[in-house]
Every structure is written in C-alpha cells, then in structure tokens.
C-alpha cells in the first residue's frame, strides 16, 4: 500500500469512528457521515488521482473492513460524473461481489453509474455481456432491464440495437406477468 492509499485508509477509518461514536454511543442523531464531502473531497485535495487510490483499496485485504464505505464513496463519484471508464468498472466489480449478499447494492450502484455517458456505457456492456450473455447473477434478466431503463432515462439514443435484440428475445420468455409488463414498459421506451 502506498501512502496516499494509508492516508486515505485513515481517513475513512477516521470518519467513519467519529461518525459511530457520536451516533450509536453518544446517541446524536444529527451525526451525519457524507464519504463524498468528508473523505473524497478532501483527498482529492492532497491527490492528483484519487480514483487509483480508491481502487486500490477495494484490492487491498488491509483495507477489506472500509470496503462498504470505499463503494459507497465512488458511487460518490459516479453520482458527480468523475467516474472514469475504469473507475466504472471498478465500481461494478465491487456490485456484482457485493450484490450477492445485498441487492439494494446493484440498484444503488446502478442509478450512480446510468448518470454519466462512460458509467452508461460499462452499464450497458455489462447488461449485454454479463447479464444476458452469461446468466450467471442472481435476477439477471431483471437487472439487465433495470439497467436499460435507467441509462434510457438520460440517453435515450444510446441502447445498442444487439442489446434490444436480446432484450424482445428475453420478453418472449419472461413467465412473470408483472415482470412481463415491466419488460414492456422499457422496451417501449427505448
């Protein structure tokens, strides 16, 4: 680990402590812990690429016990478009190993990604490779439609034809109505 990623470590550690001391031991209800302004802002000051940091983190078995924080804090960055394409990726590695345990995780990690064009980008190529390619996540199908409805929303000219292609194919065999009229709805859209 170099020394701006046990700097940031520490930092997370840090702010992280402070915010569960105020607000589970001293009871503070107002604490408060933004990863984005407390941690990200401020090592963006001391670091020029603090996204290779963060990523080397996630790597890092030293760093697994501020893994949730480190996500949540790129989904930071996704949020603010200062995701690079690599960054994306990164960050949806981390979904897909956390999204076995907790789905809110894929849905979280989805709506930060779908906002800007390199995030909606690895969205979709994981939606048509992954997803509908491999089958081999939990609700795939309904995660790749979740995916297209949200980078549709922003970029409605970005859904490539193969993807739509598979996802007609991929209605014709939902059994679920409801799922069905979800389905639907996206592809009506896109």
């Not at 001391?21 to 990863?35: I, M, V």
């Not at 501020?66 to 690599?86: E, H, P, T, V």
């Not at 190529?125 to 199908?141: M, V």
Request: proline letters at 1%; a negative charge.
């Amino acid at each position: 680990m170099d020394a701006n990623a046990e700097r940031a470590l520490r930092l997370f550690r840090d702010k992280v402590t402070a915010f569960h001391r105020k607000r589970y031991n001293e009871g503070d209800l107002s604490a408060h812990l933004n990863l984005y302004d407390d941690v990200v802002h401020v090592l963006e000051k001391e670091n020029d690429d603090i996204l290779a940091t963060l990523i080397l983190l996630l790597g890092d078995a030293g760093a697994h016990d501020m893994r949730f924080y480190i996500i949540s804090a790129m989904r930071g960055m996704g949020q603010r478009g200062k995701l690079s394409r690599d960054g994306a990726q990164a960050l949806l590695r981390e979904a897909t190993s956390v999204g076995w345990w907790d789905r809110g995780e894929w849905y979280k990690t989805i709506d930060m990604l779908a906002v800007s064009s390199e995030g909606a980008e690895v969205l979709l190529e994981f939606a048509e490779s992954r997803l509908l390619g491999a089958r081999n996540i939990l609700d795939w199908r309904w995660l790749a439609f979740f995916i297209v409805g949200a980078v549709s929303q922003r970029y409605a000219l970005f859904i490539p034809i193969s993807l739509k292609e598979k996802m007609k194919c991929e209605l014709d065999q939902e059994t679920d109505a409801r799922q069905q009229t979800y389905f639907r709805e996206v592809l009506g859209v896109i």
